[in-house]
């Protein structure tokens, strides 16, 4: 029996530890940056679209227009889904959670591909695995969609040809295509949620990936990482919050109250930004403007306040405002139920777990970190009735 002779580093949370090196996405923590494949934030969601900017992702350059055409072509031809996969969404109970009705389905999809394995080796196998993924991309919406109209026992509609991902993926919801304008907010979020480094979600599909496992096995551990309110659910506490405050004028009252009994802000705080997240500051802009032009501010005033309350009570610690203190208001504005923002965070992730899994698998090394051991070793099997209870 080997001891272990050198002193151990525990990295606990995995906190600054380099798992490989990558060209997809940086994140300046100290300086509130965000870039995709060199990109920044700020200019993808300016100018760009959530399907370009999974391209971008996905396959590291910008497309030509021909380019564009035919991945958004090739999306809009694996929208539909199977109906064994509608079967399966109305067999779960009304009350199923949105996100686990979106990761049976997906971990589903694999056995209705005749083929889900892929090589992972070669262009070829590469082409293959992204073809997988672009599969799930396309149909995550049609999936979510589905599960919400069916759980209210109505029809879902079917994807509607000539939208774009975001314009479907609302009309889908509510049967009635959107203005240029909620179609462009909805795109800003989807750009916003596409990617982010190796955060929770993006390790479980990298060590899914470095298995060699197929591409159905790997989005669906990005799922599963997303379940908990310290990764995917924050959004949607964030918003609950915001309703549960209610009045501007309640919310030193609630955040002073959150603090003392060490409640966390949800919507605050995060393990790489010690400042401004920059999606939080393009976030909040545009829930001011689509508040003001939904004629509702109530929400949004509140939110502020809660916001400017906590960073009052916070000030000179290292905890900000994160992406998800607005975007649940701006998906709750758009008449998004509360519960499908996390799916939603899925549905445009997959983009970036792709490319992720993708960079991985090109120099593939199995993941398998260690666990010191700590027990006591060499006790003696005793019989179950010789026992003391
Ligand atoms: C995201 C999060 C898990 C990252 O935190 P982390 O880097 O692991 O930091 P820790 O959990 O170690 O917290 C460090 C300290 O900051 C405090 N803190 C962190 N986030 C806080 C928040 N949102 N509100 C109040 N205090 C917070 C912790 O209580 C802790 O204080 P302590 O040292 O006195 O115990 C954390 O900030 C959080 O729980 N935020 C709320 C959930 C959320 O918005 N998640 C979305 C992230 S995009």
């Known amino acids: 029996m080997s001891s272990i002779k050198e002193p151990v580093v525990i990295h606990k949370g995995l906190d600054n530890i380099y798992v490989k090196e990558s060209r997809i996405c940086f994140v300046d923590g100290e300086a509130s940056k965000l870039f995709y494949r060199g990109y920044s934030i700020e200019d993808l969601t300016a100018h760009s679209t959530y399907e370009e900017t999974a391209y971008l992702l996905i396959y590291g350059t910008l497309p030509s227009k021909a380019q564009l055409q035919e991945f958004m072509n090739k999306i809009e031809s694996y ?28 971990s589903a ?91 929770a979600s993006t390790f479980s599909c990298t060590v899914t990936a470095s298995t060699l496992a197929d591409m159905y096995s790997i989005i669906t551990s990005g799922i599963c990482a997303l379940r908990g ?56 802009k545009v829930g001011a403007e689509l508040a003001k032009k939904k004629g509702d501010e109530a929400l949004f005033e509140t939110a502020v306040a809660i916001e400017n309350s906590a960073l009052r009570h916070l000030a000179g610690t ?8 607005y975007s649940g208001l701006v998906f709750h504005m758009l008449g998004i139920p509360i519960d499908l923002f996390t799916p939603i965070f899925a549905l445009s992730r997959i983009a970036g777990w792709t490319a992720h899994s993708i960079e ?19 006790l003696q099997y005793v019989p179950i009735e010789q026992r003391s209870s």
């Not at 995917?232 to 003392?260: F, H, I, R, W």
Request: glycine share 6%; net charge neutral.
């Open 79 to 106: 929208r539909p889904i199977d109906s064994g996969i509608l079967q399966l969404l109305q067999s779960l109970p009304t009350t199923c959670n949105a996100l686990d009705a979106l990761r049976t389905a997906v």
């Open 109 to 199: 999809l694999g056995s209705y591909d005749p083929e889900p394995e892929t090589t992972s080796w070669g262009v070829g196998g590469m082409e293959a695995r992204i073809d997988k993924s672009l599969q799930i991309l396309a149909k995550a919406p049609t999936i979510i969609a589905a599960f919400d109209r069916l759980r209210n026992h109505q029809d879902p509609f079917p994807p509607k040809p000539g939208l774009s991902h975001a314009a479907d993926f609302l009309y889908m919801l509510s049967g009635k295509v959107p203005d240029a304008y909620d179609t462009r907010v909805m795109d800003v979020a989807l750009i916003l949620h596409a990617e982010h480094e190796m955060n």
């Open 229 to 284: 309110p310290l990764h995917g659910g924050a959004n949607e506490a964030a918003l609950k919050t915001v309703m549960e405050v209610g009045d501007v004028s309640n919310a030193e009252s609630y955040v002073t109250q959150a603090l003392a009994e060490k409640r966390r802000i949800m919507g605050f705080g995060h393990r790489v930004y010690k400042t401004w997240d920059p999606r939080y500051k393009i976030l909040k």
């Open 318 to 325: 290292p905890i900000f405002p994160n992406v998800d203190s």
């Open 360 to 378: 991985y698998l090109e120099s593939n090394r199995l993941i398998r970190p260690k666990a010191l051991y700590v027990g006591p070793l060499g």
